[in-house]
Structures are given as structure tokens and as C-alpha cells.
């Protein structure tokens, strides 16, 4: 709904690549979805501002046991929900057998297996 806290994503920002600042802690996984520390894992400002002119920024909202599916790529971002409602998120992630898991980038250790099964 509106008011509990929805999805907002700007629709084909996917096309684009935005960097992230900041390096990201180990076992951030563990609050990112209950949390918000900037600067890790989102881009700078005015990155989102450039690209929410370009694409616009759609609120995304459903009854329920609605679906949605996007391209994660996509810039997305939720606010707090102050309403008395629940809201509840499962994220799927389907990957090609081409595109399999590696040693990471960037980060100091492997994500836990729960998290990217190898």
C-alpha cells in the first residue's frame, strides 16, 4: 500500500551502471534489510537524481499475494513503514550457469552459504 513502506524503483535504470561508494563491512548482509547505513551499497546522490530525471521513479503496489519481479540492477529503495500494517518482502535471486559464483570482488570473504550457495 502508499503508506506501509512500498517498493520504489526507477524503471530501466538497469541499462545504466551506477557504482556504489563506500566499502562495504563484512556480514553487512545481516542488517542491510532491517537498516540503512550510507553510504554502503547505494550510489551517490546525485547519481539517483540524474538517473530519477532520466527514468522517473515509480511507486510499486499491490494486493495480497502479489508478485513482482525486476531486474535487481534496477535502482530500488523502500521508506520505513509507520503504518500499523505488516509488509513482507521474499527476494529470489535466479542466476545463470554462466554467470556462477566467484571469488568475490571486492569483499573480504565469501557471503555465507544460505546466501550464495556455490
Known amino acids: 500500500m502508499p503508506f506501509n513502506g512500498p517498493l520504489m524503483i526507477l524503471p530501466g535504470s538497469h541499462r545504466r551502471f551506477v557504482p556504489c561508494v563506500g566499502e562495504t563491512p563484512g556480514d553487512y548482509h545481516r542488517e542491510s534489510l532491517t537498516s540503512y547505513r550510507p553510504p554502503f551499497g547505494t550510489p551517490e546522490e546525485n547519481d539517483i537524481a540524474t538517473l530519477a530525471e532520466e527514468y522517473g521513479i515509480t511507486q510499486v503496489t499491490g494486493g495480497a499475494g502479489s508478485a513482482l519481479y525486476f531486474d535487481c540492477n534496477c535502482l530500488h529503495a523502500s521508506a520505513?513503514?509507520?503504518?500499523?500494517?505488516?509488509?513482507?518482502?521474499?527476494?529470489?535471486?535466479?542466476?545463470?550457469?554462466?554467470?556462477a559464483l566467484e571469488e568475490p570482488f571486492a569483499a573480504q570473504s565469501r557471503r555465507p552459504e544460505y546466501l550464495a550457495a556455490r
Open 80 to 99: 520505513g513503514n509507520i503504518s500499523p500494517f505488516p509488509r513482507s518482502n521474499l527476494f529470489v535471486v535466479f542466476n545463470a550457469v554462466s554467470n
